[in-house]
């Protein structure tokens, strides 16, 4: 460790060669790099659809996930030409997805603790809303609109150490 993390690369060289690699072959191209940079990548990460982009280069995307729980925002992208074979970008995910193993991913608060405190917290309103079904001839109806809290008090309970 102590080294910086590479977190993104394009090339823009423009070689040619008679080399015309099939989807899959720049599929093994994207894994073979994303298990260079993660040696431990299939820990973290879940392969998406390819895609095949504008330019005919082959999209490799791949989701981070931690112990079987996707991240919202988080994923590595490998771009490959497959008339050269080689990768034309690399964009890194926006998480070390080793340091996921510094977070609890199991919650402290039961689905009915959270359940309970949501619907504690939870409140709705009557409130005047345009109108604008066809036919209509009234311009404003009432409708129940939810109010939400800035924030929910969270309920952190500590496991007992035996």
Partial sequence: RGSVPLKAALSFLDQRNNRQCSTEECQRIALQF????????????????????????????????????????????????????????????????????????RPDVSAEEAKETFLAAFDVKLEWQPDFTAGSDQHYKLVYKPVYPSYIDAHIRKKKRM
Wanted: no cysteine; charged share 25%; hydrophobic share 45%.
């Fill in 34 to 105: 994303l298990y260079a940079l993660y040696p431990r990548a299939a820990e973290f990460f879940r392969a998406n659809p390819v895609r095949i982009d504008e330019r005919g280069r082959v999209r490799n995307h791949f989701s981070v996930w931690y112990k079987g729980v996707p991240l919202r925002f988080g994923a590595a992208r490998i771009i490959v030409n497959p008339e050269t074979g080689m990768i034309d970008a690399f964009m890194a995910p926006d998480v070390d997805p080793e340091q996921l193993e510094t977070i609890n991913h």
